[in-house]
């Protein structure tokens, strides 16, 4: 025992000297090209054309309509936090209640619609929602209606595409807490007398509140930063201020005050998380204790109103129908099928409307589609232009996930292993990219690379967009290595391998899954990055994303229906392969 404690020792001092600069690559990157160029926009909103300190940027923020603007923006963001958290977690509990093994394809169609362009998402809501749309021409076939509605255009179409598009962040954020939740707790409590309501929101509701609070900060957040779905689907009057951001840049080339609207933007964003801190606490996202005591008397007092509630309508029911068609859990678990059935459905089925209308032979959109044709994928194939951007899109999209693994896998590992002081601020360090908002990392990165000569250069697009990728990238290694056995290292090192043979032969194969899944995930989020690519990318250097972002303000046509069906059909394939990766990797345990 003591030659193999002394073969321990000196690889344990190695391991945790190297873990904490194993970081440094990582830390160094995001200081230069996060860090660095958002307070460099910070000082550009108290300067003037001249260089001189001035608050004029912030005098004409608070005059005009910018104001009107941010309030319109805060109302659309707390409507459609509301609507996704309500729509979502129906959808987690009935994934995490379920058998184990019986909800991969389930899961399927929660990844489809998170790994499919936003912008490909926000054109499938004009197919359903136009006045020649899916959902009037129905409507107006059964004779339900004579005139079709005025859906699209509306803050309706708004919130309604805006939640569509954040419901599968905000279903895997409440599932990876009610996973860990022990299912026998709601019987427990019903041999206790506890009726079936009052079990659920006294008993598991609050367990899984960590994931709710988690769910709810970031759908905010990134809502508030969100100018695709109200650019397409909403009027001048659901203006938010992400699309005046664009504005001050793209037509004023008024860089001061779209500096001062994005400081605006970071302060509200704060402002709600302290609330956020305030009312339940910030730790209630780890599931412990905050300031605002979540585990405390608000919560208490919100699930037992909520809990009689519910007791009160199962009662009003129960009284109307017979008793065994209401009573006992199967019932209770057939109505939550339904309704998770019907809530899947809302989140996959507006994808696959695309598909028929890409073979139209109309050169416009609506329903249904008239003949049958390929002249719309004939003009994508045939499209040097389009073709240039779809190229160039996957070369960055390779590029940004290999460069996300090279700094984020070494990250990964010094958080995992290494001890040093302060190692409990470096991942809310590596995550900030995700908390600000993306419009105003862009807006940054222009700013900086502009100095540098990288904006219209792919290296640009690579270093922007792996700034953004890097933090799924840490996230899932992370998650990977921690249920990963260390003392297989330990043992490989005892036999005399060297760390990188160890690496190689032992450490790599067995956590493989979890490297291929970040390099799916890091490429898919730099292929449909939009927001980078509007302000570094120039006309002749632009990405699929943007070349789609400038179809759709010309026209929407059926060409971008073909485009769409393509990515998706790219999007499942990629999904596909991931699933069949986990069910091996779960095979070979």
Same mark, same amino acid.
């Given at each position: 025992?003591?030659? !193999?404690?002394?073969?321990?020792?000196?690889?344990?001092?190695?391991?945790?000297?190297?873990?904490?600069?194993?970081?440094?690559?990582?830390?160094?990157?995001?200081?230069?090209?996060?860090?660095?160029?958002?307070?460099?926009?910070?000082?550009?909103?108290?300067?003037?054309?001249?260089?001189?300190?001035?608050?004029?940027?912030? !005098?004409?923020?608070?005059?005009?309509?910018?104001?009107?603007?941010?309030?319109?923006?805060?109302?659309?963001?707390?409507?459609?936090?509301?609507?996704?958290?309500?729509?979502?977690?129906?959808?987690?509990?009935?994934?995490?209640?379920?058998?184990?093994?019986?909800?991969?394809?389930?899961?399927?169609?929660?990844?489809?619609?998170?790994?499919?362009?936003?912008?490909?998402?926000?054109?499938?809501?004009?197919?359903?929602?136009?006045?020649?749309?899916?959902?009037?021409?129905?409507?107006?076939?059964?004779?339900?209606?004579?005139?079709?509605?005025?859906?699209?255009?509306?803050?309706?179409?708004?919130?309604?595409?805006?939640?569509?598009?954040?419901?599968?962040?905000?279903?895997?954020?409440?599932?990876? *807490?009610?996973?860990?939740?022990?299912?026998?707790?709601?019987?427990?409590?019903?041999?206790?007398?506890?009726?079936?309501?009052?079990?659920?929101?006294?008993?598991?509701?609050?367990?899984?509140?960590?994931? &709710?609070?988690?769910?709810?900060?970031?759908?905010?957040?990134?809502?508030? =930063?969100?100018?695709?779905?109200?650019?397409?689907?909403?009027?001048?009057?659901?203006?938010?201020?992400?699309?005046?951001?664009?504005?001050?840049?793209?037509?004023?080339?008024?860089?001061?005050?779209?500096?001062?609207?994005?400081?605006? &933007?970071?302060?509200?964003?704060?402002?709600?998380?302290?609330? #956020?801190?305030?009312?339940?606490?910030?730790?209630?996202?780890?599931?412990?204790?905050?300031?605002?005591?979540?585990?405390?008397?608000?919560?208490?007092? !919100?699930?037992?109103?909520?809990?009689?509630? *519910?007791?009160?309508?199962?009662? &009003?029911?129960?009284?109307?129908?017979?008793?065994?068609?209401?009573?006992?859990?199967?019932?209770?678990?057939? &109505?939550?099928?339904?309704?998770?059935?019907?809530?899947?459905? #809302?989140?996959?089925?507006?994808?696959?409307?695309?598909?028929?209308?890409?073979?139209?032979?109309?050169?416009?959109?609506?329903?249904?589609?008239?003949?049958?044709?390929?002249?719309?994928?004939?003009?994508? #194939?045939?499209?040097?232009?389009?073709?240039?951007? *779809?190229?160039?899109?996957?070369?960055?999209?390779?590029?940004?996930?290999?460069?996300?693994?090279?700094?984020?896998?070494?990250?990964?590992? =010094?958080?995992?292993?290494?001890?040093?002081?302060?190692?409990?601020?470096?991942?809310?360090?590596?995550?900030?990219?995700?908390?600000?908002?993306?419009?105003?990392?862009?807006?940054?990165?222009?700013?900086?690379?502009?100095?540098?000569?990288?904006?219209? *250069?792919?290296?640009?697009?690579?270093?922007?967009?792996?700034?953004?990728?890097?933090?799924?990238?840490?996230?899932?290694?992370?998650?990977?290595?921690?249920?990963?056995?260390?003392?297989?290292?330990?043992?490989?090192?005892?036999?005399?391998?060297?760390?990188?043979?160890?690496?190689?032969?032992?450490?790599?194969?067995?956590?493989?899954?979890?490297?291929?899944?970040?390099?799916? #995930?890091?490429?898919?989020?730099?292929?449909?990055?939009?927001?980078?690519?509007?302000?570094?990318?120039?006309?002749?250097?632009?990405?699929?994303?943007?070349?789609?972002?400038?179809?759709?303000?010309?026209?929407?046509?059926?060409?971008?229906?073909?485009?769409?069906?393509?990515?998706?059909?790219?999007?499942?394939?990629?999904?596909?392969?991931?699933?069949?990766?986990?069910?091996?990797?779960?095979?070979?345990?």
């Amino acid at each position: 025992m003591s030659a !193999i404690a002394t073969a321990l020792k000196p690889s344990r001092k190695l391991l945790r000297l190297g873990g904490g600069f194993m970081l440094v690559p990582l830390l160094a990157f995001l200081a230069i090209f996060f860090i660095y160029p958002v307070f460099s926009m910070l000082t550009i909103s108290v300067t003037d054309r001249s260089g001189d300190f001035s608050w004029a940027n912030y !005098i004409e923020l608070f005059e005009g309509r910018n104001i009107s603007v941010m309030l319109t923006t805060l109302n659309i963001s707390l409507w459609t936090t509301i609507v996704t958290i309500v729509l979502s977690y129906p959808v987690a509990y009935f994934l995490a209640t379920a058998r184990k093994g019986s909800t991969n394809a389930l899961m399927i169609v929660v990844l489809l619609p998170l790994w499919t362009s936003v912008l490909v998402r926000a054109f499938a809501w004009t197919i359903l929602l136009g006045r020649n749309g899916v959902i009037n021409s129905g409507l107006v076939s059964l004779g339900i209606i004579d005139v079709p509605l005025d859906m699209l255009f509306t803050f309706f179409s708004v919130v309604v595409s805006m939640s569509h598009a954040l419901m599968p962040i905000a279903v895997l954020s409440m599932l990876s *807490t009610m996973q860990n939740i022990d299912r026998n707790l709601e019987s427990a409590a019903a041999t206790l007398g506890a009726e079936p309501g009052n079990a659920f929101w006294r008993v598991y509701f609050p367990i899984s509140f960590p994931g &709710v609070a988690s769910a709810a900060l970031v759908t905010f957040i990134v809502s508030v =930063g969100i100018f695709v779905q109200p650019a397409l689907l909403g009027s001048p009057s659901e203006t938010m201020i992400a699309q005046v951001l664009i504005q001050q840049i793209d037509e004023l080339f008024n860089w001061g005050l779209a500096a001062a609207i994005s400081v605006m &933007v970071l302060v509200i964003s704060i402002i709600f998380i302290l609330v #956020f801190d305030k009312l339940l606490g910030i730790a209630t996202i780890t599931g412990s204790t905050g300031s605002g005591g979540a585990s405390g008397s608000m919560m208490r007092t !919100i699930t037992a109103w909520l809990g009689s509630i *519910t007791v009160a309508i199962s009662r &009003v029911i129960g009284s109307i129908l017979p008793k065994k068609q209401w009573t006992g859990p199967r019932k209770g678990r057939a &109505v939550l099928t339904v309704v998770t059935a019907l809530i899947l459905a #809302f989140m996959a089925v507006p994808l696959f409307f695309l598909i028929p209308v890409s073979f139209t032979e109309s050169p416009f959109v609506e329903w249904p589609p008239r003949g049958f044709s390929l002249q719309w994928y004939e003009r994508y #194939f045939s499209s040097p232009i389009w073709q240039e951007a *779809t190229i160039r899109s996957v070369i960055v999209g390779i590029a940004t996930a290999i460069l996300s693994l090279l700094v984020g896998v070494p990250a990964a590992f =010094g958080i995992n292993r290494a001890r040093f002081r302060g190692k409990g601020l470096v991942l809310p360090y590596i995550l900030l990219p995700l908390v600000v908002p993306n419009i105003i990392v862009a807006l940054a990165m222009f700013y900086f690379f502009s100095d540098l000569g990288l904006v219209g *250069t792919n290296l640009g697009l690579i270093i922007g967009h792996t700034v953004l990728a890097v933090p799924y990238v840490v996230l899932t290694l992370v998650a990977v290595l921690q249920n990963y056995d260390y003392r297989l290292d330990q043992a490989a090192w005892t036999l005399g391998a060297k760390p990188l043979t160890t690496f190689r032969r032992i450490t790599l194969p067995l956590i493989k899954v979890g490297f291929i899944t970040s390099f799916l #995930f890091a490429f898919m989020r730099s292929f449909d990055e939009i927001a980078v690519a509007l302000f570094v990318s120039s006309g002749l250097q632009s990405t699929l994303p943007k070349k789609l972002w400038s179809e759709a303000h010309i026209a929407v046509s059926p060409t971008l229906a073909a485009v769409s069906t393509i990515l998706i059909a790219v999007v499942a394939i990629v999904v596909l392969a991931s699933e069949l990766l986990n069910r091996r990797q779960v095979e070979q345990k």
